[in-house]
């Protein structure tokens, strides 16, 4: 009689302890990085995002992982039954930090569902936090910024914050300082990763990652429509150490200018005179006409590449008054 009550009790206890365990996510599995971003993309707020979601400036972060995957960046292999992302991707390694680590940031504030983090395999694990709490603070608390910002919106506590557009600009705004934190501190993270490519692919990440502080200045929005008009301008495969753009024979013409675009900031990125450039854009931006303009400008890049960006945003720099 004791025994079968002892049975019973602990037959309780076991079921309801597997019943708030926790779900594990593992990110070096593609699907499951992905149902990261579906998550975080659930936040809605139709007000600004409209009904559709396509103008929730989140949009840019899976979009980007599936260009990733499909030229691929992510060297993706099926283990097991399951499509892993390799860990040693440097594109990976820093998309991480686009993906768990706004994730972490969002469920600390309880506004997508609460998961384990799986630890890379074969990497060192101290690379890759697992928790709000080990991550570093700053990084984090950007992301929490954003998702606390968002979640205001949502409840229309922020009252100061006037039109959609002028919300949209904030969230953006807000995003962008996240965004700029996550990608500069996994620069800094993921060097030896980058430097394993050969030297125009390297090259090419190294731009494209300083290319993200443009984009934040003139706080360029990542909507879905923006960034999958992005997307068919991005080289489709790996760069190979002897493609001279704009003389890549498979790559179509708005790639190459993409590619040159890149290598030209790369360049730019390690003179003295990057900073500057980069000042001049944070000043012009201040005059709304100008702003205007850079904001055409760039979407015009982005929709069809012919002239390389510093060429563009050089113009625009001299034809405004700072
Ligand atoms: C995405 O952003 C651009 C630029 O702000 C805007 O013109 C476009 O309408 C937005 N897309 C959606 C679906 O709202
Ligand atoms: C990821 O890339 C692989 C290889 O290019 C491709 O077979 C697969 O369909 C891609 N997955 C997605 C979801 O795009
Ligand atoms: C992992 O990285 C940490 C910090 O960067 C370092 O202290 C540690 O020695 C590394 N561990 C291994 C096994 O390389
Ligand atoms: C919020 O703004 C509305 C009008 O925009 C105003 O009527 C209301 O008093 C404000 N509420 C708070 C708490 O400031
Ligand atoms: C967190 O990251 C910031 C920015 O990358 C850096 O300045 C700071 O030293 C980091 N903090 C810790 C504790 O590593």
Redesign the pocket.
């Given at each position: 009689m004791m025994m079968k009550k002892l049975v019973l009790i602990l037959f309780v206890i076991l079921f309801s302890l597997s019943n708030c365990q926790e779900i594990t996510v593992d990110p070096w599995i593609f699907q499951e990085r992905v149902s990261l971003f579906d998550n975080l993309l659930e936040i809605h707020l139709p007000l600004v995002f409209g009904e559709s979601n396509e103008n929730n400036c989140l949009y840019g972060l899976p979009l980007q992982l599936n260009w990733q995957n499909r030229s691929g960046r992510l060297n993706g292999a099926m283990t097991n039954g399951k499509y892993r992302i390799d860990e040693y991707s440097w594109w990976a390694d820093m998309n991480y930090y686009l993906s768990v680590i706004p994730y972490l940031a969002a469920m600390e504030l309880n506004m997508v569902p609460q998961v384990n983090i799986v630890p890379p395999r074969f990497m060192?694990?101290?690379?890759f936090c697992l928790t709000y709490e080990k991550c570093n603070k700053t990084v984090m608390d950007n992301w929490v910024n954003y998702f606390r910002l968002l979640r205001n919106l949502q409840q229309g506590q922020q009252n100061n914050s006037g039109t959609v557009e002028e919300m949209n600009k904030q969230l953006l705004e807000i995003m962008w300082i996240a965004h700029t934190g996550s990608i500069n501190h996994a620069l800094m993270t993921f060097n030896t990763q980058l430097n394993l490519y050969n030297v125009k692919e390297s090259k090419f990440g190294f731009g494209w990652a300083n290319f993200v502080e443009i984009l934040s200045i003139i706080n360029f929005n990542t909507n879905y429509t923006q960034v999958s008009a992005m997307e068919i301008a991005l080289p489709f495969r790996l760069l190979k150490w002897y493609d001279f753009p704009p003389l890549i024979s498979d790559l179509p013409e708005p790639q190459q200018v993409i590619v040159s675009t890149m290598f030209d900031i790369a360049d730019v990125s390690k003179t003295i005179f990057w900073e500057p450039f980069l000042d001049s854009l944070r000043n012009i931006v201040k005059n709304p006409r100008c702003q205007e303009m850079l904001n055409r400008q760039l979407q015009a890049f982005v929709y069809h590449p012919v002239n390389t960006l510093l060429f563009i945003l050089k113009d625009i720099i001299l034809s405004c008054p700072q």
């Amino acid at each position: 009689m004791m025994m079968k009550k002892l049975v019973l009790i602990l037959f309780v206890i076991l079921f309801s302890l597997s019943n708030c365990q926790e779900i594990t996510v593992d990110p070096w599995i593609f699907q499951e990085r992905v149902s990261l971003f579906d998550n975080l993309l659930e936040i809605h707020l139709p007000l600004v995002f409209g009904e559709s979601n396509e103008n929730n400036c989140l949009y840019g972060l899976p979009l980007q992982l599936n260009w990733q995957n499909r030229s691929g960046r992510l060297n993706g292999a099926m283990t097991n039954g399951k499509y892993r992302i390799d860990e040693y991707s440097w594109w990976a390694d820093m998309n991480y930090y686009l993906s768990v680590i706004p994730y972490l940031a969002a469920m600390e504030l309880n506004m997508v569902p609460q998961v384990n983090i799986v630890p890379p395999r074969f990497m060192n694990a101290s690379l890759f936090c697992l928790t709000y709490e080990k991550c570093n603070k700053t990084v984090m608390d950007n992301w929490v910024n954003y998702f606390r910002l968002l979640r205001n919106l949502q409840q229309g506590q922020q009252n100061n914050s006037g039109t959609v557009e002028e919300m949209n600009k904030q969230l953006l705004e807000i995003m962008w300082i996240a965004h700029t934190g996550s990608i500069n501190h996994a620069l800094m993270t993921f060097n030896t990763q980058l430097n394993l490519y050969n030297v125009k692919e390297s090259k090419f990440g190294f731009g494209w990652a300083n290319f993200v502080e443009i984009l934040s200045i003139i706080n360029f929005n990542t909507n879905y429509t923006q960034v999958s008009a992005m997307e068919i301008a991005l080289p489709f495969r790996l760069l190979k150490w002897y493609d001279f753009p704009p003389l890549i024979s498979d790559l179509p013409e708005p790639q190459q200018v993409i590619v040159s675009t890149m290598f030209d900031i790369a360049d730019v990125s390690k003179t003295i005179f990057w900073e500057p450039f980069l000042d001049s854009l944070r000043n012009i931006v201040k005059n709304p006409r100008c702003q205007e303009m850079l904001n055409r400008q760039l979407q015009a890049f982005v929709y069809h590449p012919v002239n390389t960006l510093l060429f563009i945003l050089k113009d625009i720099i001299l034809s405004c008054p700072q």
